[in-house]
């Protein structure tokens, strides 16, 4: 019977509207991901570094996004910003709603990377002489993203569900672009076992990636392409290195 019906659409008829709902779900997928990283990074560095007061606001930002709602966020950026004249796109208005929801939820996971670096070894960066940024950025920084990596993956895939929130909005995104199909159609089961079979091609592989990460993380084993080159230098250095000579006891008896 449901195979039936999925033949019963004319899909040759709707795949455009598919692929336009793909690209627009990457696009707002893409923006969202790069502004929440952005913005989880500022917020994660004023709560660890900002002070009393810019630590204080940077938690209000954080509670704020954190505990509303994406839906409610989408309709305050687009319905409620356009009621006191500020008129935003459907595309500025999700992205922008996306940033700031999940850049909560990122500046916390990057607090925690940064606060997972012993203090021990920044006092060990400013003993031989660097500077603040210095240490952060060769010290903490490569340290707290190893932390934060597996939490900032599982947010990715999570943002990318997301989007199909922005059919409220009608962000042309695949829920949007199955509405009218099925607006069309009449055939409502079968459009949304299509659009949620697109979600699972989507998401499957990039949480598969995100455990495969997690996996490597856990291991020990470097994930910078730079630290798998020097690693395996130092194989290399040790493969070939000549063996010390053995040194026994000289003990002359007399």
Known sequence: MIATGLFSVPWDDY??????GLLKTIQFTIAGFVGAIVLGVVLAILRVYGGRILGAVA???VEAFKNVPLITEIFIIYFGLASIGLSLSAFAAGS??????????????FRSGIQSVDEGQTEAGHALGMSSFSVFRKVLAPQAVL?????????????LKGTSLMV?????????Q?????????RALEVYLVIGAIYFALCFPLSSLVGRVERRLSLGRP??????RLLSHAREVLHTASPLPKVGPNIEKK
């Open 15 to 20: 795949w455009v509207n598919l692929l336009e």
């Open 59 to 61: 938690r209000v930002v």
């Open 96 to 109: 922008l709603a996306l940033m700031g929801h999940y850049g909560a939820y990122l500046s916390e996971i």
């Open 147 to 159: 932390v934060a990596l597996p939490g900032t993956g599982t947010m990715l895939v999570d943002l």
């Open 168 to 176: 409220s909005i009608g962000g042309a995104e695949l829920m949007t």
């Open 178 to 186: 199955g509405q009218i199909i099925t607006s069309a159609t009449f």
């Open 223 to 228: 994930f910078s392409l730079r630290r798998h």
